[in-house]
């Protein structure tokens, strides 16, 4: 059973750092591209970033670029979105989610975790 | 970066009704277009991938169409468990974006 459980959320002040981890199993993990998306309290979801299959290709969304960065530990068979200079408008739950098809690149993604609840604020 | 706009934002139907959920997309993006469905308190759940292809396990009411920039989801016959937002999201190019959600709720 493919499972991706997220963790590493919690309350973080304005300028700090936080590092969310994403579990995968179920599936062989170096085969899928992973992505992590976001949701603000009561708004829609944003896609903030993704990476390869093999760690070699990533993207992050203009509004994280410099200060977020997305890796993975395919031994581990684990992602992270290491997130620096956190703003209020970084709250959010944060979901990781699995590309469907293997060799693809963030298409459509078919398991996603429970999210994780990141919270910036003074 | 391609902006995708859904309408009605929200629709209140009754149990039985035919549903349909409009995406449009800022520029051509053939079919590379996907249908999620997301429950309170839930993670999304990929219901229709490349515009019209229904995912394993999805009921068969759920139905996409369309190319290009104009895209439809149907729920042929709303059940009280599809009570959800419904999220579009494109594929076409970088950065992959999401519109803004449908609220589905029975009347």
Known sequence: EVQVLESGGGLVQPGGSLRLSCAASGFTFSSYAMSWVRQAPGKGLEWVSGISGSGGST??????????TISRDNSKNTLY???NSLRAEDTAVYYCAKDRN?????????????????TVSS | DIQMTQSPSSLSASVGDRVTITCQATQDIS???NWYQ?????APKLLIYGASSLETGVPSRFSGSGSGTD???TISSLQPEDIATYYCQHYNNLPRTFGGGTK???K
């Open chain 1, 102 to 118: 293997p060799s693809t690149s963030w298409y459509y993604f078919n398991y996603w975790g429970q999210g994780t609840l990141v």
């Open chain 1, 59 to 68: 993207y992050y969304a203009d509004s994280v670029k410099g200060r977020f």
């Open chain 2, 38 to 42: 997301q429950k309170p308190g839930k």
């Open chain 2, 104 to 106: 589905v709720e029975i």
């Open chain 1, 81 to 83: 979105l290491q997130m």
């Open chain 2, 71 to 73: 895209f439809t989801f």
């Open chain 2, 31 to 33: 079919n590379y277009l």
